[in-house]
T-cell receptor
Framework: EPEVTQTPSHQVTQMGQEVILRCVPI?????FYWYRQILGQKVEFLVS????????KSEIFDDQFSVERPDGSNFTLKIRSTKLEDSAMYFC?????????????FGPGTRLTVT | GNSVTQMEGPVTLSEEAFLTINCTYT??????LFWYVQYPGEGLQLLLKATKADDKGSNKGFEATYRKETTSFHLEKGSVQVSDSAVYFC??????????FGTGTRLQVFP
């Protein structure tokens, strides 16, 4: 069964460094998302992406964040200058264009640790 | 704004016990409601959903009924198994496809 994959599973970086989290959505999906979960807190929406542009973003998704679909398969989240509070589990999700009610398929997550 | 509140875990049960995980929501209109499950080391998987009041979502023996009058979407299962041990997330979406999640409830089932 097709699935969303994410790499790396765990990323450790120093404060102020740039980090890129990578996702490979399911191949025929058209809508892409990033969410994050700080330890012990809720899963929070970051951004949605469709037709090569951002369709919605949250207050968390400030100028330090960017997303890109550099080719036909990858979907990346870049954090330009990481802060300690960016430490979280980051989930990528995707959905087809004609699925049921917003049924999103999630990857296993990347744990980002900023030291 | 919209929000989801779940009961805190962990919920610890013996195999074949009855499960209820409470979920209530706040929304301005008529959201769609979801339960997602996360097994260890895996991503979030959609377990069931309901799109309008009084709808019952069901899957793998789990059920949840969309109760507008109590703004609730409690997850139930009549007889849990060890393999049901996971973290369960209640979520909603309204007007856009952004999902708003609760904090998740860890379920531990012992033989």
């Amino acid at each position: 069964e097709p699935e969303v994959t994410q790499t790396p599973s765990h990323q450790v970086t120093q404060m102020g460094q740039e980090v890129i989290l990578r996702c490979v959505p399911i191949s025929n999906h058209l809508y892409f998302y990033w969410y994050r979960q700080i330890l012990g807190q809720k899963v929070e929406f970051l951004v949605s992406f469709y037709n090569n542009e951002i369709s919605e973003k949250s207050e968390i998704f400030d100028d330090q964040f960017s997303v890109e679909r550099p080719d036909g398969s990858n979907f990346t989240l870049k954090i330009r200058s990481t802060k300690l509070e960016d430490s979280a589990m980051y989930f990528c999700a995707s959905r087809p264009g004609t699925s049921g009610v917003y049924e999103q398929y999630f990857g296993p997550g990347t744990r980002l640790t900023v030291t | 704004g919209n929000s989801v509140t779940q009961m805190e875990g962990p919920v610890t049960l013996s195999e074949e016990a009855f499960l209820t995980i409470n979920c209530t929501y706040t929304a301005t209109g008529y959201p769609s409601l979801f339960w997602y499950v996360q097994y260890p080391g895996e991503g979030l998987q959609l377990l069931l959903k309901a799109t309008k009041a009084d709808d019952k979502g069901s899957n793998k023996g789990f059920e949840a009924t969309y109760r507008k009058e109590t703004t609730s979407f409690h997850l139930e299962k009549g007889s849990v198994q060890v393999s049901d041990s996971a973290v369960y997330f209640c979520a909603l979406s309204e007007y856009t496809d952004k999902l708003i999640f609760g904090t998740g409830t860890r379920l531990q089932v012992f033989p």
